[in-house]
């Protein structure tokens, strides 16, 4: 029989992510929280605020692994810590299971090597990617994949206010996850930095274009930016899914969304929300792994693949050409004397595509 005893749990990083887990770990009957490290002393105040003085405060990851280590770690803090940091919290002794957060890693090598560790220590995580554990994120998926509007071929996805690594990583995670974890083929995006805009410790886009293409042809075309005109202007991002025999229009996270399919004229569909929040529903499932011994890699898997596609979608952008997955794998050749749109001189080789 599996240990009814709440999970103690610890924090690294109490920004807006980690809030979301302390917030959820406090609020689930499977955690207690022990533990929280942040550098940044008003973080820890509003943490010490929040709990009561309840729970233990670290300047620092490593001091509080080694003073209270617990058998839950939370890596919440940005991208380019998480593998060092769960590196780190693998070591604990007792350690059963992690949360760490979207971008799994600032580099596609980064979070798969995260992933990889994980899965070597036979321990489970989860990545908390909001649209799957919200009941409308998670009624579109069901649909989708059961075929309601037929064999899927398109995902538009208008997001503003938001860039592609650091929004667009959600989004493109909920692509893969429609599209059942189908390999991606290539990625293409311009992106536009006229605003040297920066968000979350990245530089970004002021407006971006990517196209993902999957294996047998669905193709995701993102457009995001500082100022994206929607055709709806109450959310940051809208999804039009489309099939053979249908449409589906999601506004992301919202309690509905609407579908056009056969004998469906625009039918608006409400979905009961969940009675938790998405970090809770996600933490609650790795509580369930821990006790039952399973493991479901699955969210993880497709956000690292949406790792991937936000990679490729920069690494695109800056060198002008399409980038092919795996993206440390061989990529085409970028000649830099071609100049798309010019007149062909007639001469400097090439290939005449008049040739089929
Ligand atoms: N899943 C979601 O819905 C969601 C929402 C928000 C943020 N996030 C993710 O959470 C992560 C953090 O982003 P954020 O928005 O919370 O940033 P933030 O700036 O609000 O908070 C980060 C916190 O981590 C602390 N920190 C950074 N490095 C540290 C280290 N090595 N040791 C201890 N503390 C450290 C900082 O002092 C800061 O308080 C990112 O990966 C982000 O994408 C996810």
Avoid at 27 to 56: H, I, N, Q, W
Wanted: proline share 5%; hydrophobic share 40%; net charge negative.
């Amino acid at each position: 029989m599996s240990d009814p005893r709440p999970l103690t749990a610890a924090v690294i990083g109490a920004g807006a992510g980690g809030t979301l887990s302390i917030d959820a770990l406090l609020a689930s009957d499977d955690f207690t929280l022990t533990a929280v490290a942040d550098m940044s002393e008003a973080a820890l105040e509003r943490v010490r605020e929040k709990t009561g003085g309840t729970v233990a405060t670290y300047t620092d990851a490593l001091e509080m692994f080694a003073q209270s280590p617990t058998e839950v770690v939370c890596v919440s803090t940005y991208a380019p810590t998480h593998l060092p940091l769960t590196r780190a919290a693998l070591e604990i002794p007792g350690i059963r299971g992690l949360l760490v957060e979207k971008p799994l890693g600032d580099t596609t090598a980064a979070g798969r090597e995260i992933l990889d560790l994980i899965k070597a220590h036979d321990l489970p995580v989860v990545v908390p990617h909001g649209l799957m554990a919200q009941a409308g994120g998670a009624e579109v998926v069901r649909r989708v994949r059961a075929g309601e509007i037929g064999t899927l071929r398109v995902v538009e996805i208008e997001c503003t206010s938001w860039d592609i690594i650091n929004a667009g990583i959600h989004w493109f995670q909920f692509f893969v996850a429609l599209t059942g974890g189908e390999p991606v083929d290539f990625v293409l995006a311009a992106a536009d930095v006229s605003t040297r805009t920066f968000r979350d410790g990245m530089q970004v886009e002021t407006d971006a274009i990517t196209l993902a293409r999957t294996r047998s042809g669905v193709r995701a075309l993102m457009h995001t930016g500082d100022f994206v005109p929607l055709t709806r202007n109450d959310i940051v991002c809208l999804f039009r899914i489309v099939g053979d025999n249908g449409f589906i229009e999601f506004g992301a996270y919202e309690g509905y969304f609407t579908i056009v399919n056969a004998g469906n004229d625009r039918v608006r569909v409400d979905v009961e929300p969940f009675e938790v929040s998405g970090h809770q529903r996600h933490l609650e499932f790795l509580a369930s792994q821990i006790r039952d011994g399973s493991r479901d890699y699955a969210i993880p898997d497709s956000s690292l693949q949406a790792l991937e596609i936000v990679e490729a979608a920069y690494e695109s952008a800056r060198a002008h050409g399409t980038v092919l997955l795996p993206i440390d794998g061989e990529q085409p050749e970028r000649p830099t004397d071609w100049n798309a749109g010019a007149p062909y001189s007639g001469t400097g080789g090439g290939r005449n595509g008049r040739e089929l």
